[in-house]
């Protein structure tokens, strides 16, 4: 975890046909490549399915001074990256997790609730493309239309649901995430607490939002003073651009209820 | 410093730093280190040293004392919920108390003796149960590596059957959660408030460099009580 690797991966989860030749394994075909005799079939006979490093939608300095480049450069460059080789190393080893999309493998490696070795990687890959995503320059402020009706259906008004998402980031014991999700069963926005690497959309919930609260996450930039870092996030990072994106595209999944027509 | 060196010798026999009672309730209190903050330096940063001791150990123990007496006041009114509502609370600060000053007592600068390895009996028993101090060391560093989010590697005791173990716990889970007779010898934090201003996200560095600073002397002492 955490080795800088020089290949640029393609920044895109594809199925992809590679050169093997350097990753065969049998003794007898290697035998034969030392011998220079190997020629025709060193064209790849085996498919790798592996994922890429997302990179996220700003610079790396785009977003000071709330998250600094450092940090960007530190948890983008390298923990994510870390999961992302960690995750294509393991994939390496056999066949029977190929062929997903990340949210597949995610929920497979989740194995409800009993996780195989590869979910840590493929959860934390998943979690941040996400939390990327959940920020922007100039973040913050508050969602408008649609969204904000919800969030103030469910919580009351904005400033509640703001209290109720800052006091899941400061009683999360440990490292996890905080999520604001939309329930798919109870058909509502909820601010839900994730230890480690686990994800909302194993239970089939809708995250809209992400904060990333790893000791990596801030420590560079607030040391411990997880409280600091959770307010800056809310009030100057999140995007609630994408929060609306995300809920448009969960309405088409979760029937919120009957449109408002007015009576003539 | 020498005359703050003074004092914090003198402290050092007050264990856990306990203090004041309120209406009965004992509060915790933060316990002084027997070293400088930058004593331990190359190993382990002054700047996390400090930071460690007077932000998070201080901050289990203001939660920690806080959750004592809200559980003092639930068990006066028989408010079962809230007594085992606040269990959690109570866990996590108490075991980050309990677990940081264990891990104070674990290290020393290098000019008083730290990493220098155990003689006696608990330098036999290591050799016995691991077959040598490097092979402990290997394991201690390897689990701790791969104990995923935050958490604690231990070298622990088993009181009953007398032998040595190599654990891990979560979070702030004290040493004794996986295993009633577990007695802790060493503690190290893997949290990475614990090392990541220093060695960013290489834990295996700084599990590599902590060696340097461990107090076998305090671990010989645990190890001598519990099989003299």
């Not at chain 1, 709330?66 to 190393?89: A, Q």
């Not at chain 1, 959940?134 to 508050?142: I, V, W």
């Not at chain 1, 996030?233 to 309405?251: C, D, G, I, Q, T």
């Not at chain 2, 639930?74 to 000053?101: P, R, Y």
Request: some cysteine.
């Amino acid at each position: 975890m955490g080795y800088c690797c020089n290949n640029s991966f393609p920044a895109s989860s594809h199925v992809l046909l590679t050169d093997l030749s350097q990753r065969w394994k049998c003794p007898k075909l290697q035998n034969l490549r030392h011998k220079g005799q190997f020629h025709g079939s060193q064209k790849a006979s085996k498919v790798l399915a592996f994922y890429g490093l997302k990179a996220p939608p700003y610079k790396l300095d785009a977003l000071e001074p709330h998250m600094s480049r450092r940090t960007l450069e530190m948890h983008w460059g390298e923990h994510h990256r870390g999961y992302v080789e960690g995750l294509n190393k393991q994939l390496e080893k056999d066949d029977v997790l190929y062929g997903h999309t990340l949210d597949e493998l995610v929920k497979v490696t989740y194995n409800n609730g009993n996780p195989l070795p590869e979910f840590n990687n493929a959860a934390q890959v998943w979690n941040h493309d996400f939390f990327w995503e959940s920020m922007q320059p100039g973040g913050g402020d508050m969602p408008r239309l649609g969204l904000l009706e919800q969030i103030e259906k469910d919580f009351g008004s904005f400033t509640n649901f703001k209290e109720k998402f800052l006091e899941a980031a400061l009683t999360l014991f440990g490292s996890g995430w905080v999520w604001l999700v939309l329930k798919r069963n109870e058909r509502c926005l909820a601010v839900v607490k994730t230890s480690n690497a686990i994800n909302p959309i194993v239970w089939d919930d809708i995250p809209i939002i992400s904060l990333d609260v790893w000791e990596h996450a801030y420590y560079l930039d607030y040391k411990n003073d997880k409280g600091k870092y959770a307010n800056v996030f809310m009030n100057h990072l999140v995007s609630w651009n994408a929060a609306a994106a995300r809920m448009a595209r969960a309405e088409a999944f979760v029937n919120l209820g009957e449109p408002k027509i007015p009576i003539a | 410093m020498a005359l703050r060196t003074l004092i914090t010798r003198r402290s050092l026999g007050l264990g856990l730093g306990v203090s004041q009672s309120v209406r009965g309730l004992q509060t915790v209190s933060l316990p002084d280190l027997p070293y400088d903050y930058g004593a331990l330096e190359p190993a382990i940063s002054g700047e996390i040293m400090k930071l460690h001791h007077q932000k998070h150990h201080q901050t289990y123990i203001t939660n920690y004392n806080k959750a004592l007496e809200q559980l003092h006041e639930a068990m006066e009114k028989g408010d079962s919920s809230t007594v085992v509502k606040l269990q959690g609370a109570i866990k996590f600060n108490g075991g980050g108390h309990v677990n940081h000053s264990i891990f104070w007592k674990n290290l020393t600068p290098v000019h008083e003796g730290g990493g220098e390895p155990p003689k006696g009996s608990l330098g036999w028993a290591i050799d016995t149960h691991f077959g040598s101090m490097e092979a402990l060391v290997a394991k201690i560093n390897s689990e701790g590596a791969a104990v995923q989010g935050s958490g604690w590697v231990w070298l622990g005791l088993d009181k009953q059957l007398k032998k040595l173990v190599v654990e891990t716990t979560a979070n702030q889970d004290p040493l004794v959660t996986k295993g009633p007779n577990l007695v802790p010898l060493l503690g190290i934090d893997v949290w990475e408030h614990a090392y990541y201003l220093q060695y960013k996200n290489v834990r295996p560095d700084y599990l590599k460099n902590i060696w340097k600073v461990i107090d076998w002397k305090y671990a010989s002492e645990v190890y001598e009580k519990e099989c003299p």
